[in-house]
Structures are given as C-alpha cells and as structure tokens.
C-alpha cells in the first residue's frame, strides 16, 4: 500500500493547465464567414512536422515505452536491463546476474555474458555499444544466430532506460579489455574508453533515473525482489541476487527444481492434495514447460510466460491450458464414471497453483510492456502438450485423480447454489423496490468516477461520516460488526452473509462469474476503520474478499484506506491532528508541554461530523493509503498466512512482524 494525497477532482496543475489550453482555443482568431474553417490557411505546412530524433519520442511519451512514469514505470527500468541480461542466459552465455541498489540510489545491474559489442557499426561508422543505447529498434534480437529466444524482442528496452535516465554508465568485458561509456538523458557524455585488461567477460548497467520524468525515483528492495525471484524460478540453475547498499538487505535466488520450485513455493502455506505435476515438451520453435499442483483452497493461482515476460493479461497460452484442462478433466471423470454433473473451467481451477512458460523465437506481444501474448497458433500448441501431458499423469495416478474431480463436482454444485444465491437476492431486491441496501447513504452524484464510498465499521462511525460527508459525490456504507472470513469460505456460502450482500450490491459490480467493473458506481472504496484490533481486523478481512472475489478493484487502483487522526493537540485556542505517534512527539517538542491539552481517539465516533470532515473526508486536506499489488506471489501468500486454517505460519508472521506495527489500540 502506498500513500496518496488525494483530491476528488483535478490537482491544482492540472486544472491551470486545462485552463491555459482553454484560454489558448478561446483566442484563437475565428475564420469569417465567407471562409470555410476547413480550407487551408497557409499556416500548416511542411515545417509544422515534428520529426523527433534518436530518443527524445521516448522522453516525450514514456508512458508508451514503459507503462507509466509512477513507481511502477520505474521498477520497469530495472526489469528491461535484467531481461537483456537473462536473454543471454537463455542463450546459453550468463550463469549469475547481480543487481545493486546504491546509497545514491542509482541501480548497478552486473552479468557475465558475453558482453555488449563494441566495434564499429559499418551501417553507422559508431561503435556498437553506442547505437545500442542511443537507436530504437537496434539490438541482437533481431538476428536469430544471436539469440534463438528473446524477451527483449523489440530492441527499445535498454535504449528507454537510457533516454529516461539523467544519467547512465555502461562497463564491457570482451575480448580481454574492458571499456567504458558515459550516457546523459539518452546523448553520449563521454566517449567509449579502453580502462585496460580483463579475463573476465559481462556487460554492467549502471544508471540513475530522471527526476525530470519520474513522480518517484526510491526504489522498493521488496518489489525488485519479486521480479528477480520470479526471472530465478522461471530459469532453472540461473543465479540471481540483490544487495540493497542502503540497508544491508540481501537476496539470492537460485532454483534447480525451476518452475517446479516455484508451484511449490506458491503452495507452501497451503495444504496440497497431490505432489506437483510437471511436464515439458520441444515442438519446432517452441518450448514449453508446466507444473502444476492443487490444493485444498478455494483460490486458483495461474501465472503464465512468454520468454521469461510475466504476461499478467494472459493470452494465447494461457487460454489453451484452461481449455486443455477442462476437456481433459471432463473426459477423464466421465470415462471413469465419476461425476454427475459437467464441470466447468471454474470448477476444475479451483484450488490449482499453476506457472506456464513458453519460449518462442517469433513472439506478438500487446504493446511494450508486454502483458499479453498474442500468437494464434500458441494456443493450439499448448492445448496439445497440456491434454496429452496431463492425460498420461491422470491414468498413472487414479487415486489423485479420484480425490481432485470429487473436489471440483463439490464446486460444481457449490457454483450452483451461488447462482441461486444470487437469484434469490436479485427477486428479494424487486420486491422490496430498491436495488440499493437501506443502509447505504447514496450520493447525489451519477458519475462513477466521481464518485467514492467510505465503508464505514459500526453506526456510530456512520452516523458522523453521514452528517459530515458532501453529500453531493461522497457515500457512506456502515458494517455491522465482521464480515465473514472469505477465505475458508466458497462462493454460496459468501452471498449468504448480509454484509457482503450489502456491500456487493452497493458497489454494484456484482461477483463471480458476472463481475463487470464497468458497473462499478464508485471509482474510489475507502475503508475506514478504527484503529484499534478491531478495526484492523474489520480492514483486513474486507481487503481479502476484494483480493480473492474482486481483484479487478484493485488491480485498478479503485481501493484505499482511510488514515483518521490518532490524537488533538490543543493549546489555548490552537489546535492540532496527528496521524503518526512520531509527529506527536515532534509536535509536542516543538510547542512546548505547558498547558497542552492531548485527546487520543480510539474510534471514529469519537469525533463529531467537523472534526471527521477536516481530518479524514476533505479531499483537500485528508491522506489516503492506496492499495496496490505488486507482487501476486506474495499477496496470496500474506492473505493464506492471516486468514487462512494453518496456525504455525500465522503465528511465526505475527512474530517477525509485532515490531513493525504502530498506532494500533490493543
């Protein structure tokens, strides 16, 4: 979760700069009459055609190349240098990749492959190493004697760190020399220099982003970890680590079971029914590998591959495994006379760890960033290899079999009676003439993505959100007490708890099979508890059932946390809100201890409809936590430690943990 101030309409730049273009239409001299706007004026000709050179496209619209120019864009950075690295892994050149995030917070990222080149491009009479970092679309990948397999495939990645960063250092071992170049904002500093011998071999990427494009430049040990976790997994042998020189913090990843560690490493918290199934098979270009192990849970966890790119929208591959896997389980159970109802791709997902990586010489992927596979002919090869594959393992384990398609004809039956479920909701709402819960404070608003809604723990608490709201674009929906824990539970069971009803149909994104975010009637959630064990609690248990039954709310930035004051400092006729226990201390030092008056809220109840507006409802003034994922892995496993039916895991979390929890009434 990262903090976000945030405001319920434009920020302020915004807005001026809105302005500015308006102003700049408005002035505009208007054509007469008898001049038809559309005929040429003379003032567009040939010299109003903006050609930009080298990599200033990619200093105008980063966004294009990178995704974004937030936190995430910038981990992107890293990613894009690491993948070139482990493509010569791929190609059979590099055995270990070490990346550095420096005091100075710059990123070191080291191999020991072959090496950029260095001499003389014939094309461009400059050395290869320059073009490589200065041209779009230049790079090895083109040339299959190179590289076989690349996900690097478009040859702008390492040129885009480039461009976006203020500065960029890059240090070749070839050929028994080492040679040195210095690049700023995507232009050559310095010029390419021999430092002298070597009998090592590798390429180092050192650079540091630009604080002209980026809104961040910090880098999260936590989350280039993740990556780099995953690179280890989906690279069988490959060793890869991390060393943060700003704290000490240090990872090594390396994984000679490949992705079949990996299924077990997604698992680890939970329990399996069966040991991971693996297969892998070479058909013309392409290689494919899968393992996959269920158990016990009511979540499915799929993460599919493209030469190493995490292809988080899916694509060719994965729709051909979902399709092999319910044909296969279908056949099987009804040759074997062990099922009276016909599963469906849900059902036989349910409870299923899966990693799906496929390389390919000639991939089509959607865009740069790359999170969407879109060869056609992929699908039909993976359905082939996973229905065979997975075929022979079913009539090798009969027992394992038995015991999963029983567990997916108990979810069959349980996707039945939710559907009734929500039947019976929708006919119960028709009734009473509303769609909407009672309890709901609606706003007056109908635009969705101005719009937001403070679930709210208790009546109390909703009745000073209520009175202090703006009723014109802010809702306000009071819990009763805990939901249920939806974790341990599956989906009939979930649409049978009031609360969530309540909160599904106020959302009204419905659940399930028929979620459709585009119905979505608020774009921002606010969850505001107390900050006490309770509230904690309540917060915790609603954050998993949109991560496990809603996970679109928050993949698109739709969820956040609402941060309440924890203390008034008052002394005389001024006052003061203090959200963290260490601004207390601060604020009490700086004014002095005489005649100070402290009130410490355990709940928001305690504050009147004013108060809760100033300090937690007015977009101008409030801090919001914004909830975000980026890492899948251990998201999933945070919810299965804390809300799931195993106590050591939880209870050695909690352990690790205790220290790192403030402001928290017990």
Known sequence: MEPENTESQQNPEEQTQEKQENTQEINVETPTPQKSPVLND????????????????????????????????????????????????????????????????????IDNGRGIPVDIHPKFNRPALEIVLT???????????????????????????????????????????????????GKVAKEIKELGDSDEQGTTVQFWPDNEIFTETVFNFDTLSSRLRELAFLNKGLKISIKDE??????????????????????????????????????????????????????????????????????????????????????????????????????????????????????QFEGQTKTKLGNSEVKGIVDSIVSSGLNTYLEENPRVAKQVVEKFITAAKAREAARKARDLTRRKSALEGSSLPGKLADCQERDASKCEVFI??????GGSCKQGRDRKFQAVLPLRGKILNVEKSRLHKILSSQEIVTVITALGTSIGEEFNIEKLRYHRI?????????????????????????????????????????????????????????????KIKEIGK????????????????????????DPDTRILKKVTIEDAVAADEIFTILMGDQVEPRRKFIEDHAKEVKNLDV
């Open 135 to 185: 041209k779009l679309h230049a790079g090895g990948k083109f040339d299959k004697g190179s590289y076989k397999v690349s996900g690097g495939l478009h040859g702008v990645g390492v040129s885009c760190v480039n461009a976006l960063s203020k500065k960029l250092i890059v240090t070749v071992k070839r050929d028994g020399r080492i040679y040195e170049m210095e690049f700023e904002r």
């Open 246 to 363: 700003r704290d000490g913090k240090e990872n090594v990843f390396q994984y000679e079971g490949g992705i079949l560690s990996f299924v077990e490493h997604i698992n680890k918290n939970k329990t399996p029914l069966c040991e991971p199934i693996y297969f892998t098979k070479e058909k013309g270009e392409y290689e494919l590998e899968i393992s996959m192990q269920y158990n016990n849970s009511y979540q499915e966890n799929i993460f599919s591959f493209a030469n190493n790119i995490n292809t988080i929208e899916g694509g060719s591959h994965l729709a051909g495994f979902k399709t092999a896997l319910t044909r296969t389980f279908n056949n099987y159970a009804e040759k074997n006379k062990l099922k009276d109802v016909k599963l469906n791709s849900e059902d036989v997902r349910e409870g299923l760890a899966a990693v799906i990586s496929i390389k390919l010489a000639e991939p």
């Open 526 to 586: 606010i969850i505001m508890t107390d900050a006490d064990v309770d509230g904690a609690h309540i917060t915790c248990l609603l954050l998993t059932f949109f991560y496990r039954y809603m996970p679109k709310l928050i993949e698109n930035g739709h969820v956040y946390i609402a941060q309440p004051p924890l203390f008034k400092v008052k002394k005389g006729k001024q006052q003061w809100y203090v959200y963290k226990e260490e601004e207390l201390f601060k």
């Open 594 to 617: 005489e005649n100070v008056n402290l009130q410490r809220y355990k709940g928001l109840g305690e504050m009147n409809p004013d108060q809760l507006w100033d300090t937690t409802l």
């Open 42 to 109: 003379g003032s567009y000709k040939a010299e109003k055609i903006q050609v930009l050179g080298g990599l200033d496209a990619v200093r105008k619209r980063p966004a294009m190349y990178i995704g974004s120019t937030s936190i995430r864009g910038l981990h992107h950075l890293v990613y894009e240098v690491v993948d070139n690295s482990v493509d010569e892994a791929l190609a059979g050149h590099c055995t270990e990749i070490k990346v550095f995030i420096n005091e100075d917070n710059s990123i070191k990222v």
């Open 456 to 461: 709210v723990e208790g009546d109390s608490a």
